[in-house]
């Protein structure tokens, strides 16, 4: 696979990376350490060489303990560390009732990069996202800490999640933006408007949830239930009834493009954006190791500008209003 470049840095990775959050948050109770590890650093045997994740993905162990994500992506990957590209993010706690809250001020993210470079045992971190838009805190307040961190070799590089054009160009004049890590996948695409902005800036674009948290990878269907305490995906729009009845014409597609490449729906959801922007690199995570086998393999398959032009001709004619408003069409 060829390496991707995010942004202008110096920064080079597979064009899948690995999102680590579903080993101890949002995904259920936290996977038991000594095998989240393990597969972990099996990513990393297998090929993958970016790895993401974040101060607030915090779990509940079956013991009632608590699991810390970056603890289990240090631990794995410590001994390697000259070898990998590690993004960890600041500015998010979750409230009881999952819901955010948001600080990205100086103070607090100087209390956060202390705090996320203890839990990883490095040195510094490679790619150091604003996780969330703070509304009470400036982008160049935000964007001068992040000047001062780089300067102070806390950090090497930042970027912004689920950022918009106006925020990206205001902090991006006082310390440049490496990447934006937001939203993407077939189902969610509003975020392709600002694909001109990051070409005109040179800024990568890193999907999460790039299989709209499984559900293109057809493993789940109405029936499907995700009871498990912790279990985020149990309100999540896209496994509503709705949201299933929504995606079902992408799910067939997904399958009959699949059987045409010889491939898997995961791995043509993924294909498929790989393949339309150079910078784009999405990181769907994935606690089995075969799991993690079948997504590095979509970045072997090659989908041309005609197929891909088709592709998007049909999702344009399909509705996915789930995500409060937002749609394709």
């Known amino acids: 696979m060829e390496m991707r470049r995010l ?3 110096d920064l080079y990775v597979n064009p899948v990376g690995l999102g680590c959050m579903g080993f101890s948050h949002a995904y ?3 996977m038991e350490k000594t095998e989240a590890v393990k597969n972990i650093r099996s990513a990393y045997d297998m090929g993958y060489n970016f790895f993401d994740t974040a101060e607030c993905y915090i779990g509940e162990n079956a013991d009632g303990s608590t699991s810390y994500n970056e603890e289990l992506v240090g631990e794995a990957l410590r001994d390697v560390r000259d070898k990998v590209v590690i993004a960890t993010k600041f500015g998010v706690r979750h409230n009881v009732d999952r819901s955010l809250k948001l600080d990205s001020c100086p103070a607090v993210i100087r209390k956060s990069v202390e705090g996320s470079l203890k839990r990883l045992g490095l040195e510094y971190i490679d790619l150091y996202y604003q996780h969330r ?4 805190t ?9 000047k001062d961190l780089i300067k102070e070799g806390k950090i090497r590089y930042w970027g912004i999640s689920e ?4 925020y990206l160009r205001r902090a991006h004049k006082i310390c440049p933006v490496t990447a ?3 939203r993407y996948s077939m189902i969610a695409r509003w975020h392709e408007a600002l694909f001109p902005v990051l070409e005109e800036l040179s800024i990568a674009f890193v999907a999460f949830s790039p299989m709209a948290n499984g559900l293109l990878t057809g493993a789940y269907h109405r029936a499907t239930k995700f009871t498990e305490k912790g279990d985020y995906r149990s309100d999540m729009p896209q496994f509503t009834e709705k949201g299933m009845q929504q995606s079902e014409e992408l799910r067939a597609m997904l399958e009959k493009l699949a059987q045409e490449k010889h491939a898997t729906p995961a791995q043509i959801s993924l294909a498929w954006m790989i393949n339309k922007k150079p910078y784009i690199v999405p990181i769907p995570g994935s606690r089995k190791v075969s799991r993690l086998k079948e997504n590095l393999g979509a970045g072997h398959i090659r989908l041309d ?8 001709s049909l999702l344009d004619g399909m509705t996915f209003d789930v995500f409060g408003g937002h749609s394709n069409s």
């Open 180 to 182: 934006v890590e937001n």
């Open 133 to 136: 838009i703070d509304p009470q």
């Open 163 to 166: 950022a918009n054009e106006e």
């Open 138 to 146: 400036e982008p160049e307040a935000v964007a001068e800490t992040m």
């Open 305 to 312: 500008p005609l197929e891909l032009e088709r592709i998007d």
């Open 7 to 9: 942004g202008h840095s």
């Open 28 to 30: 259920g109770l936290a």
